[in-house]
């Protein structure tokens, strides 16, 4: 009959589509393959990860599955188990996740920093400020808005850091304002606003011509933004890609991937956007 | 099968929906080449009739046999289904062209693509619409729509047809035409055909022999002139057309002739009921003759009463005149008659009928 | 106004000069949407045209059912997705978490009750006494089902269009289950909203042009098989 015999060429097509485009059986050599490497949305839009992520995948054969999300469920998906390895930027967190057993070696990368940016006009008055903390007192001060992510990102928890050791609490109130958004937006929000925000040097950098914001306070010490590979514990979750995670933790700190990372976006904007700390203590950064 | 084995026979065939009975027939047979025509109320059974002779309906009860077979397995259901053709109030066609609607049926059955060429072209042409041939079915009209679909299911070469009202959605002319196509298609090939109408003329005109419908079951089975002349009831009397039912009691007796008492008369018929007997007296409305002299003495009509006009209604190419003569009568007569003798509300008429003109019923029938 | 000028300049350019990671986005989106929208046909269409045409006990729940999915939130569809298929999910065993057929899992997922919804109400729209006719030609089940199916084609395509357009329009799911990893799982919808986030305008508006482009095409070809004359 016509219709049964459509049906069954349907189904064919229809699986063979399926077949397509599962992950294939291609000729790799770890057993296995997949690495599940969850980090953050500034991370990956930094662009680092683009040019690390081929090398890394040439050399071992791995397939690297980066999961770019907020802080929070980078973590979380550690926890779970359903990531093998984390390149994150949440010290506390961090240490948190260590301590609750759910991480092993983490590791020392790089770092870059925050900037506090807002308008020319800067009616706060924060231009030269050493002090973050001081800087934001100035800010709460000012009849100005302060655009925060509100994601419980890495941005924003090193933003409420600096809130409590400036002894404000802003939540709730008319002028701090959460975006909910990523760093490019909310960037592209407190522009348009014409007003002040936080925001890694990196993503500033790469999207400053189209801004008009400028860098107002910048160099303290607690604005040290400072990144850690975690392999997720295997004994807590046996089924994560421990040899993998390894492998890719080992490459992070590795002397070649330590050169790139140095390098990386001088050519772009002029400076590098990251400063390779592979083997350092962390206490140690910061002038 | 024997040249008398019926073509359809039905035994105690039920059909329920909703725990109802809405089709109740003991027995039912029809012969190779009969035309069937189902006529009654709405809602009398007719279309579930024939769904469920199609096979098209659950039967909760009952057997069906064609050609002396039963039809009840899902296999002999198909071979059953491919011997008959229905043709439903709506044409039913499907999106594509004339040609491709006649050949659907053929299709089905898997012919190739010659064979089906002649047969479409020949039932195209025996239908009257060969010309339309590739116009595509959304663009034809109600009466060309229809002989598509007549043409479709004769097209297949069915032992039997089943008909619903076919021809109920069209005008006067085109009905008239369809029926006579249909007429002679049917006779041209000997096809076995049931149709439900609601029209008395195109089941008069058509049909071999009448079945009257009600609440489900045949209230009563023969042929035309049969069910016309001898309705078995009330009902069947009234829903053919019988304008006059009198009460009546017998009062005497003749010589193959009765006298019946009606409200302020007498009446006699022909019949052989006895004195006492409580009767209907039913009279067909053209049998009774008006004139507006007294008629002559030896006159053949035996029943004569003088009265008056009370109502004069127009039915189409009649009048419809009810009198009151101590009795209500209801008459047919042609306008020109009716102009002839310048009848009019409450002008004094002599309306007479012969006894044989009287149908008697007798009381104790169903009705 | 001159983002939307400048997106369109970005995106001929991007388009003539082939740009191969666009250019496999582009591909991926089609065939993960198509594959989708093919699959949700298939299932759509044969569910709703068999509750269309058969009665059964609680038929009227299910009817519900179906029209309550086509208002499905993509996102919600994409989270239990995800909950499936993760490593110590139900499906985790497959290991499908973050690859294009998970994306093609749960767009097939939310596309295929807005064709099974609309299939259901194509066959109901038939003439009532069709399906009637057509058995009394002589037609088996299967040859019935067919020539309502081809009855009714136009709607029932407005059904596979509404599908298609339902999930290459689909954003929300297919970064949770694909998660948008370059060159492997990231499509026009996600890299829309990448580009977005990081606040290259520009860009997104160039993809988000392309995918228009894509969408108006295959809506083309599909509403030109719908409309056309049956030949004969």
């Given amino acids: 009959m016509k219709k049964s015999q459509r049906a069954s060429n349907g189904l064919w097509i229809a699986l063979l589509c399926l077949f397509m485009l599962s992950p294939g059986l291609s000729a790799a050599r770890p057993a296995q393959r997949n690495i599940i490497l969850s980090t953050t949305t500034s991370t990956q839009d930094s662009g680092l990860l683009d040019v690390l992520i081929p090398i890394f995948e040439k050399k071992t054969g791995y397939f690297v599955k980066t999961i770019a999300v907020g802080s929070g469920q980078a973590m979380a998906m550690g926890q779970k188990g359903e990531a093998d390895v984390l390149l994150v930027h949440s010290p506390a967190a961090e240490k948190k996740f260590i301590a609750e057993g759910y991480g092993v070696n983490r590791r020392i990368i790089m770092h870059n920093d925050f900037v506090i940016v807002g308008p020319p006009s800067d009616r706060a008055g924060i231009k030269g400020v050493k002090s973050a903390a001081e800087a934001f007192k100035k800010i709460a001060a000012a009849n100005v808005i302060f655009m925060s992510r509100g994601d419980n990102s890495g941005t924003h928890a090193k933003e409420k850091v600096i809130w409590k050791a400036a002894g404000i609490t802003p939540g709730g109130q008319k002028w701090h304002q959460e975006t909910g958004l990523g760093m490019g937006q909310t960037l592209a929000v407190a522009a348009e606003k014409k007003t002040y925000t936080l925001a890694d040097r990196g993503t500033y950098l790469a999207l400053k011509k189209n801004l008009g914001l400028d860098i107002l306070t910048e160099g303290d010490a607690i604005l040290l933004n400072i990144y850690h590979v975690i392999e997720v514990n295997p004994l807590k979750w046996p089924r994560v890609n421990a040899a993998g995670a390894k492998a890719f933790a080992d490459f992070m700190v590795s002397k070649q991937t330590q050169k790139i990372i140095e390098t990386f976006g001088v050519e772009k904007f002029g400076s590098p956007l990251f400063f390779p700390d592979a083997g350092k203590k962390e206490e140690a950064l910061g002038k | 099968m024997s040249a008398d084995t019926p073509i359809l026979e039905i035994k105690n065939l039920q059909v329920q929906r909703g725990g109802a009975p809405v089709l109740d027939i003991s027995s039912l047979a029809l012969a190779g080449g009969e035309i069937l025509c189902l006529i009654g109320p709405n809602g009398a059974g007719k279309s579930t009739l024939l769904l469920t002779l199609a096979r098209l309906l659950k039967s909760s009860k009952g057997e069906i046999s064609f050609k002396g077979r039963r039809i009840d397995s899902n296999h002999s259901m198909l071979t059953y289904r491919r011997n008959l053709s229905m043709v439903f109030q709506e044409p039913l066609l499907f999106d594509t062209t004339v040609y491709e609607n006649i050949a659907s049926g053929l299709k089905i059955r898997g012919m190739n693509k010659n064979e089906i060429k002649d047969i479409v072209e020949e039932y195209a042409e025996r239908f009257g619409i060969y010309p339309l041939i590739d116009r595509s079915a959304k663009k034809l009209s109600g009466g060309e729509a229809q002989r598509t679909s007549l043409a479709r299911a004769f097209a297949t070469k069915p032992e039997i047809v089943f008909l619903d009202e076919p021809f109920s959605s069209l005008d006067p002319p085109t009905r008239e035409s369809l029926i006579g196509d249909l007429d002679r298609v049917l006779r041209e090939t000997g096809t076995t055909a049931i149709m439900a109408t609601h029209d008395q003329m195109e089941a008069l005109r058509l049909s071999d022999r009448i079945a009257v419908m009600n609440q489900g079951r045949i209230a009563q089975i023969g042929t035309p002139e049969a069910i016309m002349n001898t309705p078995a009831d009330a009902f069947i009397a009234s829903f053919v057309g019988v304008e006059t039912i009198l009460n009546g009691e017998i009062v005497r007796t003749g010589a193959g002739t009765v006298i019946c008492h009606v409200q302020n008369g007498e009446i006699e018929a022909v019949g052989n009921a006895k004195p006492g007997e409580r009767v209907l007296c039913c009279i067909r409305p053209e049998h009774i003759t008006l004139s507006t002299g007294a008629p002559q003495e030896g006159a053949s009509a035996r029943n004569m009463f003088s009265g008056r006009i009370v109502r004069i209604s127009p039915m189409g190419l009649f009048y419809k005149i009810s009198l009151d003569c101590g009795f209500f009568l209801t008459a047919f007569v042609t306008i020109l008659s009716a102009e002839n003798l310048a009848l009019e509300e409450g002008k004094p008429v002599f309306a007479s009928f012969k006894a044989t003109a009287v149908h008697l019923i007798r009381r104790s029938a169903r009705g | ?232």
Avoid at chain 3, 110 to 137: D, E, F
Avoid at chain 3, 176 to 183: A, D, E, L, W, Y
């Fill in chain 3, 1 to 232: 106004m001159d983002i939307v000028v400048e997106g369109i300049k970005h995106a001929f350019i991007l388009l003539l000069t082939l740009d191969r990671e666009v250019l496999g986005i582009t591909w991926l989106s089609l065939k993960i949407s198509g594959s989708a929208t093919f699959l949700s046909m298939f299932i759509g269409v044969s569910v709703g045209t068999a509750v269309a045409l058969n009665q059964f006990p609680g038929r009227r729940f299910v009817v519900s059912l179906i029209n309550t999915g086509m208002g499905l939130p993509p996102v919600v569809v994409g989270l239990f997705v995800t909950i499936s298929l993760w490593r110590h999910g139900p499906l985790g065993f497959l290991e499908i978490l973050y690859t294009p057929t998970a994306i093609v899992i749960a767009q097939t997922v939310i596309a295929t009750p807005i064709v099974m919804g609309i299939s259901l109400a194509a066959i109901q729209h038939l003439p009532a006494n069709l399906k009637l006719q057509i058995l009394a030609l002589g037609a088996t089940r299967l040859q019935m089902v067919w020539m309502l199916v081809k009855e009714a084609r136009l709607p029932l395509l407005a059904a596979v269009m509404a599908g298609f357009g339902g999930v290459i329009s689909e954003v929300g799911a297919s970064i949770m289950v694909g998660g948008n990893i370059k060159g492997y799982s990231r499509v026009l919808t996600t890299a829309t909203v990448m580009e977005t986030g990081k606040g290259n305008f520009d860009i997104a508006m160039a993809l988000s042009i392309i995918l228009l482009l894509l969408a108006f095409t295959i809506n083309a070809i599909l509403t030109h098989i719908q409309q056309r004359e049956r030949p004969r």
